[in-house]
């Protein structure tokens, strides 16, 4: 379990700083695989199709001002995916895009797919070139947070006095589970067809994803709820068994509870203020993560992790390519920048720049200003573009105070 290391000297930065870059090395403690703290970091950037090169574009911008702010370098490397890729080099990540990215400190990737490549064979699909990646360098844990910001509260389906406060990590675990196992198919048994599939998880995919959700939650509120169906299934008994063993052994100080999954989803609808990181296998995880991220209400402002064993981790938004919106500087850029502000946090070990990213992210909203998507009838704000957005993020990046010093 890594913590931030408090020992250093802490003072505030407002200028810049030259550092010679230190190479890309990640950590191989359990739990989240950060690189250490340092003064250069290389990312590389996958603007991919639709409106990710406009979002990338005001990312970017964020990033400088930020790295100006804080006297820290961060060099941003672009590489192609989806169909932007499949236009350049007839492959949906080609290998020259996978090495780059295993060669980073962190990836940071907009969205990808559109109207163009639909008809394409499945190799040929910008989908395809997702899936490679997070074969590729082994992406099995998901962070999907659902935080409601009180500026949006309106923009929920859900009661303002239910959602107000809400911020939940969903941690889920991304290649295994039922989606994966094996036997699976399709069989004709005794005249009629079959079907089935194989919930399985090993303890060692269990404990891996356990380390994560312990990390990510002692660097959160310190409560981690483990969903699972263990009163039916002994899949869940066994990951019910593997949690409490790595938590109560690893993460001494967490508060962990379990809840069946039928009550999970009840309870994220009736008290979502109840939870503060959740962990779940595959299929329970893509479902309550799906219902969390609801919680909030737009797309548009809704990051993601998916994070591996070894190496660099995939920050993006969870929205898609939004072709019916792409060129027309309509995006919300926020998602990408709150995904940047993940990156931060959880890869590149820069918690206080990550919440000083979050909290100009939450003053743009406080001054008024809204992109088409969060923008609600009657509100009195003003509705802006996807670069005038990014500007006003990377304007208050350099002029809010900071509530956290930041470390040296
Ligand atoms: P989508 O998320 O792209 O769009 C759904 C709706 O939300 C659209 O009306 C869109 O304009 C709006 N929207 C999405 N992001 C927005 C943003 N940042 N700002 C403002 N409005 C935004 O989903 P879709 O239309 O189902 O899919 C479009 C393409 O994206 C498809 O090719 C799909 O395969 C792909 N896709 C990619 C990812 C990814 O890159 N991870 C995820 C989902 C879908």
């Keep these: 379990m890594k913590f931030l290391p408090i020992s250093l000297v802490s003072l505030l930065v407002t200028g810049c700083s030259a550092f010679a870059p230190t190479p890309s090395f990640?950590?191989?403690?359990?739990?989240?695989?950060?690189?250490?703290?340092?003064?250069?970091?290389?990312?590389?950037?996958?603007?991919?199709?639709?409106?990710?090169?406009?979002?990338?574009?005001?990312?970017?911008k964020v990033i400088s001002?930020?790295?100006?702010?804080?006297?820290?370098?961060?060099?941003?490397?672009?590489?192609?995916?989806g169909g932007a890729a499949i236009d350049e080099k007839n492959d949906p990540f080609?290998?020259?895009?996978?090495?780059?990215?295993?060669n980073s400190d962190s990836v940071l990737l907009a969205c990808i797919g559109g109207y163009k490549w639909d008809k394409n064979p499945r190799e040929l699909r910008p989908e395809t070139g997702l899936l490679?990646?997070?074969?590729?360098?082994?992406?099995?844990?998901?962070?999907r947070p659902a935080k409601v910001l009180p500026q949006l509260i309106d923009a929920s389906t859900l009661k303002r006095e239910v959602v107000e406060g809400v911020d939940v990590m969903v941690v889920r675990e991304l290649t295994g589970d039922v989606y994966f196992g094996t036997p699976k198919g399709i069989d004709v048994v005794d005249g009629q067809r079959v079907g089935y599939n194989n919930m399985i998880y090993s303890e060692s995919e269990i404990e891996r994803i356990a380390r994560v959700a312990g990390d990510v939650a002692s660097k959160r509120g310190g409560q981690l709820c483990s969903v699972d169906k263990a009163n039916v299934l002994d899949v869940s008994q066994l990951w019910r068994d593997v949690v409490t063993d790595i938590t109560t052994k690893e993460f001494p100080d967490i508060e962990l509870s379990h809840m069946y999954v039928d009550n999970a989803a009840m309870q994220l609808i009736r008290y979502p203020k109840q939870f503060d990181t959740i962990v779940c296998g595959n299929i329970f995880g893509d479902i309550l993560s799906d219902e969390a991220s609801m919680l909030v209400g737009s797309l548009g402002m809704l990051p993601s992790a998916s994070i591996g064993e070894s190496g660099p981790g995939v920050f993006e938004p969870c929205h898609g390519s939004a072709p019916d919106i792409a060129g027309e500087n309509k995006a919300n850029p926020l998602a990408m920048i709150l995904s940047a502000a993940m990156m931060l946090r959880y890869d590149l070990e820069r918690p206080t720049e990550a919440q000083l990213l979050e909290d100009a992210v939450e003053a743009a909203l406080d001054k008024g200003l809204r992109t088409a998507d969060i923008k609600i009838d009657g509100d009195n704000c003003e509705l802006v573009g996807c670069v005038e957005m990014g500007e006003a993020v990377a304007d208050l990046v350099t002029s809010l105070d900071l509530k956290t010093p930041i470390e040296v």
Excluded: W
């Excluded at 490679?132 to 962070?143: H, Q, V």
């Design 94 to 102: 080609p290998d020259d895009s996978l090495e780059q990215c295993l």
């Design 26 to 60: 990640h950590s191989t403690q359990p739990g989240l695989n950060a690189v250490p703290r340092k003064d250069s970091y290389d990312i590389t950037l996958l603007p991919g199709d639709g409106i990710g090169p406009e979002i990338t574009e005001a990312t970017k």
């Design 132 to 143: 490679k990646m997070r074969k590729e360098m082994g992406l099995f844990a998901n962070l």
């Design 65 to 81: 001002s930020l790295c100006k702010r804080c006297g820290f370098e961060i060099n941003m490397n672009e590489a192609l995916i």
